[in-house]
Structure formats: C-alpha cells, structure tokens
C-alpha cells in the first residue's frame, strides 16, 4: 500500500508564496508519475500540476503556468508545488496523488493513490 501525505499548506495574503510537500512511501517512486489537483467548496477536484516519472516533463493549467512549480525528490521520496503570486482564487483544498499507468497527466481518472489534502487560503 502507498501512502501519500501532504504539508505546507496554510493561510497567506494575496501575492505570497507556499511552498507543499508530498511524502510518498513507495519502494518505486521513481516510477510514478505525480500530480498535484485542488478542490475548492462546491466545486470539481482540478488538476493544477503534473511530472512525469520517465523524463520529468512537467504540466500546467493556463490558471496557474508561470506561478506554480512542481518537482519531486526521487532521494526523499517527495513531491513539491512551489505556489507564487498566489490569488484568493487558488484557495482550495490541494491533493497529491501518483500514478503508474500511462494516459492524461490531467485526469484524475487512472491516479492509484492519493493523499488526504491539505488547506491553502489565500486572503484578499
């Protein structure tokens, strides 16, 4: 069984930094490929970032490219989302999750295992 635990999150203002970690413990962690996804009240989980286990290729949604990074550790076994500029926009719940099977980066779908989230507010 994998686990995935998630920290970092918090309250900042409009404009700030976070900066989550993704603990995995998976003896194959170079193997899986990572993603990032938030959910915000009342709204659908959404893919916020992703890395690729075989080269590194990294994704963004037009709503975050050029403020969020992802990256991943494969030494520690952790996965990164540096989060800058940050707007109450991106308040949401942020989940990691990893994934051996090939098929879009982006889905939820095809994701085997998932963290429990964790809380980003971003005030005004």
């Known amino acids: 069984q994998v686990q995935l635990v998630e920290s970092g999150g918090g309250l900042v203002q409009a404009g700030g930094s976070l900066r989550l970690s993704c603990a995995v413990s998976a003896r194959t962690f170079s193997g899986y490929t990572s993603g990032?996804?938030?959910?915000?009240?009342?709204?659908?989980?959404?893919?916020?970032?992703?890395?690729?286990?075989?080269?590194?290729?990294?994704?963004?949604?037009?709503?975050?490219?050029g403020r969020f990074t992802i990256s991943r550790d494969n030494a520690k076994n952790t996965v990164y989302l540096q989060m800058n500029s940050l707007k109450p926009e991106d308040t949401a719940v942020y989940y990691c999750a990893v994934r051996r099977a090939v098929g879009p980066i982006w889905s939820t779908r095809g994701y085997d295992y998932w963290g429990q989230g964790t809380q980003v507010t971003v005030s005004s």
């Open 36 to 65: 990032w996804f938030r959910q915000a009240p009342g709204k659908e989980r959404e893919f916020v970032a992703g890395i690729r286990w075989n080269d590194s290729s990294k994704y963004y949604p037009d709503s975050v490219k």
